[in-house]
């Protein structure tokens, strides 16, 4: 093969390789729940993101050095003026500008200024890139149709199977920017399920004045992400309000907010979309020694109901686990079936045989004297050290000790994440136990508050806190200023057990999230079991 061969070759190869992947990177984009992507990873759209952008950034490298390869073939021929006129060029040459235009639109800057403009145009050159490529030749046309057929399919199943009418009333918390919107279930479809921690897609339709049951169409551009603030509602009530918090700020959030403004609040119409998260997918955090939730402003819409529903599910297993349990008495004493030693209940409902130094056992009991002969100090440590890792690992039978953090501008910002989880813990506390010998589950809320905020007053100095015991409900610390999370981190990971397995959810700012993993990381490197979550729309 001569050399011009294997350039032409390479060349065509580069843009063949790169058309038939395509496919794959529109799936790589897809909200839908029958993405097969999604199925086999068991990744959320949210998770699978930087993947696409990963994918599209490697897909235009191809295109490129295929476009480039060409041109120079054509100028080393002496032949660029004449091809330049042809429409298989033409077309070439267009749509490489869109894949170019595409690859600016997601520079960080374009982003920040006007989210609108790097959205629009990433969504219709995408669709327009396809008649060019079709048409440009004819060997990518079944790539080019394998790709629309995807595009068209996602599509129509986010129409009919995800998008649906509803009304909500929106009103402005006090003292804060927050919106509160409280969105009725859909009537067009059966009752909207989710799981604690997931998010929906919010848009105004069109027309905005169609009552929720009238063919309505979303702005894909005005179509923004927020984490569902509640729980899902018991089986006696599953058409309870979805509850959203949003914070004002422009563009959408600023029409949403204009709402609440009205002298006469009335339902106002929207759509909503979902729902959607990788909370679907969590692992089970009962099974956890130790949980840190960290949020930062209206991150906690998404570690509020998680931990919620932490609490929920403990109480739950805390009474299966008393139901099967014949041994022990409600106050946690039981009998041991061997040894003469004094029996000790746990939080799990099961009786274990302790004894003192000094007594007597008939060789069966924990403590005591051993064949006869009694312990010696070292072998007193050690017997200590086992019951204490012993009482540990049963009382993660009962369940996880849960930390939970949140940095607030104001004490406003966070009350209704407070009134919610003080309403779980009182709803547990009228049930089952949850509170084994050593240590409370829930640890309480650690408040930071990083400004004055609107209608607070001046901030105390950083060091004055303020330790607020509410009766029967949640115990919150206030902190003014930022908080330190590596004192934060530390004093989970030391808490536990040197070998516990710990979970860290994380939902605020960028800055935020990539501190804790730092400080998270370091423990990692120590051989600490990790599971890490970092809720976070990018994009």
């Known amino acids: 093969m001569s050399r011009p061969s294997d350039y032409l070759h390479l060349t065509k190869r580069c843009g063949i390789v790169a058309a038939s992947q395509l496919p794959l990177h529109y799936l790589l984009s897809a909200k839908s729940t029958y993405n097969p992507i999604q199925y086999l990873t068991r990744l959320s759209h949210e998770e699978l993101n930087p993947y696409h952008r990963t994918f599209g950034y490697i897909l235009s490298a191809f295109f490129a050095t295929h476009a480039a390869l060409y041109l120079n073939f054509y100028l080393q021929m002496g032949f660029l003026a004449k091809r330049i006129r042809d429409p298989d060029v033409q077309l070439g040459i267009a749509a490489i500008t869109s894949f170019v235009l595409i690859g600016t639109s997601v520079l960080s800057y374009i982003r920040h200024y006007s989210y609108r403009i790097f959205y629009t145009l990433h969504i219709a050159l995408s669709f327009a890139i396809l008649p060019l490529l079709y048409f440009h ?13 995807v595009y068209l399919l996602l599509v129509l199943h986010r129409y009919y199977s995800t998008q649906q ?9 006090p003292h804060t920017s927050l919106i509160s919107l409280s969105l009725a279930h859909p009537t067009t479809s059966a009752p909207f399920s989710f799981t604690p921690g997931q998010h929906l897609y919010l848009s105004r339709p069109y027309p905005l004045t169609s009552p929720p049951s009238s063919p309505t169409i979303a702005n894909p551009s005005h179509m923004n992400p927020f984490s569902i603030a509640n729980i899902p509602a018991p089986t006696a009530a599953p058409t309870a309000p979805l509850q959203l918090y949003i914070r004002e700020l422009a563009g959408s959030t600023r029409m949403i907010g204009a709402a609440a403004d009205q002298p006469s609040p009335t339902p106002v119409p929207f759509l909503i979309e979902g729902p959607y998260g990788a909370a679907a997918h969590f692992p089970d955090l009962c099974a956890y020694d130790r949980i840190l939730f960290v949020a930062g402003g209206v991150g906690a819409t998404f570690t509020v109901p998680v931990a919620r529903n932490l609490l929920l599910r403990l109480q739950d297993r805390s009474r299966r686990s008393e139901d099967s349990d014949g041994d022990g008495d409600s106050d946690g004493k039981g009998e041991t079936r061997t ?8 939080e799990s409902g099961y009786a274990t045989a302790t004894a003192t130094p000094g007594d007597k056992g008939s060789g069966k009991g924990s403590g005591g004297r051993r064949n006869g002969t009694a312990l010696n100090e070292n072998e007193k440590e050690k017997e ?23 940095s607030v501008r104001s004490r406003a910002e966070a009350q209704w994440g407070i009134d919610a989880l003080q309403e779980q813990q009182e709803e547990q506390e009228q049930g089952q136990e949850l509170e084994p010998e050593h240590g409370t589950l829930f640890e309480g809320v650690a408040l930071y508050i990083t400004g004055p905020g609107p209608g607070s007053g ?3 100095r950083n060091d004055d806190r303020v330790r607020d015991e509410k009766k029967d409900g949640v115990s919150t610390t206030t902190t003014y200023g930022r908080p330190d999370l590596r004192a934060v981190v530390t004093k989970v990971f030391e808490g536990g057990a040197a070998n516990g397995k710990v979970a860290v959810l994380v939902c605020g700012p960028v800055g935020l999230g990539r501190d804790v993993r730092r400080e998270v990381g370091a423990w990692v490197w120590r051989g600490r079991e990790v599971w890490w979550h970092e809720e976070k729309f990018a994009w």
């Open 137 to 149: 030749v004819v060997h990518l046309r079944v790539y080019i149709l394998e790709t629309a057929a």
């Open 458 to 460: 001046p901030a105390p």
């Open 384 to 406: 200590k050290e086992k019951e204490k890792e012993k009482e540990q690992h049963q009382g993660n039978r009962k369940g996880p000790k849960i930390h939970f953090v949140w």
């Open 165 to 173: 009418p509803t009304t909500a009333t929106v009103s402005q918390i």
């Open 339 to 346: 040894g003469t030693g004094t029996g000790t209940g746990n």
